[in-house]
């Protein structure tokens, strides 16, 4: 059970904070995420650490399910993912950060999902809190948001704040509006990320949080023989019991705890379904 997931204030101890960048140079990316150590560190001490995704070895995934069926630990590939995760629990919040390449996240954030996409299927950050951090030369950034929103809510996260800037790489320098935007947008999100990790206690999950819960255990459950390591890891968690409303006890929306039992149900008859006409 993930019953650790609560802590308490964080005191005078330093803030551990970890960087997952997905630029490939030090550019307009990393001088947004500094900035938010810099606003972060006005008020409290902190723990900084970059995991520069063109300096580790993530290999590309193969798509061959390993992790999937038997587990990560049978993954054919050895390389840094491990570390990563490691690196990711030991944190107290995590900054996803990214610039926008062809309205989507860059190829080096890319591989660093699609490495670790067995937690979409067994979530596991749920002590952790999130920042998610964009940077475009015009637009796009408002996709790419949503998209590692959804990916860091699926793994457990609780994402307390977004930030998608401007700034430009080829048109020279921004204009002051622009440059006041974007500090705008550094300060607030820095400041709800700094008050969500001394809170330090798990906020009541969103309708997606609740959705996807009820989504992922109709197939977890239902599919036991055929995906046994998900099977394993939801039922040692207590996550199959009848009547769990998330995946820690915290309090539930009544009305998305219905919502999200109506999809579950209609996804079990769907698994079902499947699974005669298959047989």
């Not at 239902?222 to 207590?238: C, F, I, R, T, V």
């Amino acid at each position: 059970m993930y019953e650790s997931y609560l802590h308490a204030s964080m005191g005078d101890q330093p803030i551990k904070v970890l960087v997952i960048m997905g630029s490939a140079r030090k550019g307009n990316t990393y001088r947004a995420a500094e900035r938010i150590r810099e606003i972060l560190e006005e008020t409290a001490p902190v723990d900084w650490e970059y995991v520069m995704l063109k300096d580790v070895g993530l290999e590309q995934c193969r798509g061959c399910y390993t992790c999937f069926d038997r587990g990560e630990e049978h993954c054919p590939i050895k390389d840094d993912s491990a570390l990563i995760e490691q690196k990711m629990h030991d944190a107290d919040g995590v900054i996803f950060a990214t610039p926008v390449y062809a309205f989507q996240v860059s190829g080096l954030m890319k591989v660093f999902i699609d490495r670790h996409s067995y937690i979409c299927h067994r979530p596991r950050f749920f002590r952790q809190k999130a920042l998610i951090l964009a940077s475009a030369g015009a637009v796009g950034s408002k996709d790419v948001l949503e998209y590692l929103d959804a990916v860091a809510r699926i793994w457990g996260f609780e994402v307390v704040a977004r930030a998608g800037i401007v700034s430009h790489a080829k048109m020279g320098p921004l204009p002051a509006y622009r440059l006041r935007e974007n500090e705008e947008k550094l300060q607030a999100a820095a400041k709800a990320f700094l008050a969500a990790l001394r809170r330090g206690t798990r906020a009541r999950p969103g309708l997606f949080d609740v959705m996807a819960f009820h989504i992922a255990r109709a197939p977890c459950d239902e599919l036991g023989e055929s995906a046994p390591a998900d099977h394993a890891y939801w039922e040692k968690q207590g996550w199959l019991e009848k009547g769990r409303r998330y995946y820690v006890d915290v309090p539930v929306n009544p009305v998305y705890h219905a919502l999200g039992v109506a999809m579950e149900w209609y996804t079990r008859r769907r698994v079902r379904r499947d699974l005669r006409e298959v047989s």
